[in-house]
């Protein structure tokens, strides 16, 4: 059985996700549901060369000391993969998340125009939130580009692992993998100060040394995007602030409310009108209300503010999905399944 041949018909079929498990044939995720493809079943031999074939050296040091790896992997004229190598039941397994080899401009992505404008503010802090296969990681590379094609400034990435590649265009754009080029996100983070940066994406703010930098380096002028695994705006807020100890939570609250700029939470659909997805996007913008909401430690009153500001694009996720609905991108159980108050929109799609 060949890698690659199953690579490129994963890639025929617009799969998104490739698992390769050993005792099963390969299977892929197409428009978010899992089935097989047409190749005979995997066995234990072949699940490890497979994995020695894309992983280095080191990688396969490591998958063996800690049963578990992240790494990339690319086949020339086809995609790049960000592959999780890992045991289960004694054998090796991977999946493997295809990365597109060219970024998509924001235009293609249909997200709200909004967004657009975020990649022209000079400084502070954007976080782009969701579940895993939300399209975080492609909001923010196609903002990046935005940046890229527009500005001529100095671009740092710090990503686990790189994911889309970047050609330097007006910037010059640094992109540093975890395990290769650094050792932990918050390190990365640290040094990346000291490098005359304008721009730094945090592939994801997953601790609360690497936060704490984020946050310092919006303060001191810099435009940082990252990533959380948050559902909403006001979850993404309390995710942060939770993240400090009690004693520092007010002077959080102070130093989020003034870096701050806007949160992203996205949620991924499969279209029905045709094949694809289309994401449902709440957008939170930072106005002096939602300021003084993260200031006084009022984020519950965040959803208000959401719903009274649409004129300043703000929106929703219910009423991102629910405009999805209405213009027969979704159906209407995709909808209310999704939805943060499902009650609710059940009555509003019902009117």
């Known amino acids: 059985m060949d890698l690659v041949q ?21 299977v892929v995720r197409v428009n978010q549901v899992i089935s097989p493809i047409e190749f005979p079943v995997i066995t234990k031999e072949t699940a490890r060369a497979f994995f020695e074939q894309m992983a280095g050296p ?7 000391r800690q049963k578990d790896a992240d790494f990339s992997y690319q086949v020339e004229g086809l995609a790049r993969y960000r ?13 493997m998340r295809m990365i597109k080899s060219k970024v998509p401009p924001l235009s293609a992505l249909s997200l709200p125009e909004v967004i657009q404008r975020l990649t022209y ?16 990681s492609t909001t923010l590379a196609a903002m990046i580009e935005a940046m890229n094609q527009r500005y001529k400034k100095h671009i740092i990435t710090l990503e686990d692992p790189v994911e889309y590649r970047f050609e330097s265009k007006e910037c010059l ?16 983070l640290k040094h990346a100060l000291r490098q005359d940066p304008d721009i730094i994406l945090v592939g994801e703010m997953r601790d609360l040394e690497t936060t704490a930098l984020a946050i310092s380096a919006a303060e001191t002028g810099h435009l940082v995007l990252s990533t959380l695994h948050t559902v909403n705006a006001s979850q993404t807020v ?5 993240m400090y100890p009690a004693g520092q939570q007010n002077q959080i ?14 949620t991924l659909f499969s279209r029905i009108d045709r094949a694809g997805m289309v ?38 996720l219910d009423s991102s999905i629910a405009e999805l609905y209405f213009n027969g991108y979704i159906s209407r159980d995709d909808a209310i399944a999704q939805s943060s108050f499902p009650d609710k929109l059940e009555k509003q799609l019902a009117a």
């Open 6 to 26: 199953i690579l490129k018909a994963a890639y025929e079929a617009g799969a998104s996700d490739i698992h390769l498990v050993a005792g099963q044939p390969p």
């Open 58 to 64: 080191e990688t396969v040091q490591t998958f063996d």
């Open 83 to 95: 592959v999780n190598a890992h045991m289960q039941g004694g054998r090796v397994a991977m999946a």
């Open 121 to 136: 503010l000079p400084r502070g802090l954007v976080l782009v939130t969701g579940d895993t296969g939300s399209g975080k």
């Open 173 to 188: 754009i640094e992109q540093r993998e975890l395990g290769q080029d650094m050792p932990t996100f918050a390190s990365g």
């Open 238 to 242: 309390e995710r942060i602030i939770d």
């Open 253 to 266: 609250r102070s130093m989020l409310s003034n870096t701050l700029q806007a949160v992203l939470s996205q």
């Open 279 to 316: 994401p449902a996007v709440e957008v939170l913008l930072c106005t002096p209300a939602v300021r003084n909401l993260i200031r006084e430690n009022r984020t519950f009153e965040i959803p208000n503010v959401i719903e009274t500001n649409r004129m300043l694009g703000m929106c929703s």
